[in-house]
């Protein structure tokens, strides 16, 4: 369990557990002035419910295709003060048709494409079930002309992932570069798609720990409004 200043969060053994890069991009995202978010794989609700945190206008739909995921995500809105604006629902984000529906899509989205998974989490990491391509493709039709793609992945899929947005006519308008430590390799970022070309590209690197391991101000400032210990 999870305990931040305005809600918490259960966890089960049977649905992939909050990390790092689901807190980072919960508190990142740049959703506003969005009133309809998607959260593609919801998980234990966590993005979403930092996102309605953050955005106290927007009204959060979180899909997942796993019932022991929608199940845990639904209590843990219940039990936040931001439930009438949060829902999970049960289904495959490749069967959905959402068409100019939502003023936003985040997803934490699964980014290994070979390679050893547990049972538990094979399809949480893996694109067994959603591939970065389909995920960009479904999201380009839900998405209004106004609407925004936010991620976050390894920095060895952002080549891959700009291309395939570039088929769907969706841009680059923000990367924020993150590093565990001051002189570690990014090896994680945060992106954003906008159809519209009308905008300042924005491009930040975030470091998370300082070299002895405390945190730094920028990670304590991004995360002050959750950690009860900041």
């Known amino acids: 369990m999870f305990t931040f200043k305005q809600f918490i969060v259960q966890q089960s053994k049977n649905v992939f557990p909050v990390t790092t890069d689901a807190l980072l991009l919960g508190a990142s995202a740049q959703l506003g002035p969005a009133k309809k978010a998607l959260e593609v794989g919801a998980g234990t609700g966590i993005i979403s419910i930092m996102s309605a945190q953050r955005f106290p206008e927007v009204n959060i739909t979180a899909l997942d295709i796993y019932p022991q995921a929608v199940n845990l995500a639904t209590r843990n809105f219940s039990k936040s003060p931001f ?3 949060l829902n999970a629902l049960l289904k495959d984000y490749r069967k959905c048709d959402f ?5 936003a899509v985040i997803s934490n989205p699964p ?6 998974a547990s049972k538990t989490h094979e399809n ?3 694109q067994l079930s959603l591939t970065q391509d389909v995920l960009i493709a ?4 839900a998405l209004k002309p ?4 936010h991620l976050i992945l390894p920095v060895s899929n952002v080549k891959k992932v700009h291309s395939i947005c570039a088929e769907f006519n969706l841009h680059n308008s923000r990367i924020v570069k993150i590093q565990s ?4 390799p990014v090896k994680r970022v945060i992106l954003e798609y906008r159809f519209n070309r009308n905008f300042q590209f924005e491009e930040t690197t975030f470091t998370i720990r300082l070299k002895n391991g405390d945190f730094t101000r920028e990670y304590e400032q991004l ?3 959750f950690h009860p210990f900041l």
Request: without cysteine; proline residues 6%; positive net charge.
């Open 146 to 149: 106004e609407g925004k793609l």
């Open 181 to 184: 430590y001051p002189d570690s």
């Open 124 to 126: 949480a990491k893996h």
């Open 83 to 85: 439930a009438p604006r």
């Open 138 to 141: 479904k999201s380009a039709l």
């Open 223 to 225: 995360m002050k409004a």
């Open 111 to 116: 980014y290994f494409e070979t390679g050893w």
């Open 99 to 103: 068409h100019n529906r939502f003023d």
